[in-house]
């Protein structure tokens, strides 16, 4: 597999091991959503601990209204975080 492939498998375990807890393995509810910005983003996202910064996150996410992030609202997070890293490691360089 290459580098790629396997980063790809990883989003998808990722997503997979913290949606479902409450029931959906197909959503992450709000509660879910602050697991994985404490465990997985915690470098990224050292407000992801602050309740109004997980709400305000949720409700930017959830296109649908649902209260829930589905793996396509999940993977609009992802690509955000990884183009506005991407963007400072460039800054940082020059």
Same mark, same amino acid.
Do not use: W
């Given at each position: 597999?290459?580098?790629?492939e396997m980063a790809m498998g ?12 409450? $029931?959906?393995?197909? #959503? ?8 994985? *910005?404490? /465990? !997985? %983003?915690? $470098?990224?996202?050292? #407000?992801g601990k602050d309740k109004s910064?997980?709400?305000? *996150?949720? /409700? !930017? %996410? ?14 609009? *997070?992802?690509?955000? %975080? ?13």
């Amino acid at each position: 597999m290459t580098e790629l492939e396997m980063a790809m498998g990883m989003i998808i375990d990722v997503f997979a091991r913290y949606s479902g807890a409450k $029931g959906d393995k197909l #959503s992450l509810t709000k509660g879910e959503l602050r697991t994985v *910005l404490e /465990k !997985e %983003l915690s $470098g990224f996202l050292e #407000s992801g601990k602050d309740k109004s910064t997980v709400d305000k *996150l949720l /409700k !930017e %996410l959830d296109a649908d209204g649902d209260a829930k992030v589905d793996f396509n609202q999940f993977m609009m *997070l992802v690509a955000v %975080l990884t183009s506005t890293c991407h963007t400072y490691f460039e800054q940082e360089e020059s």
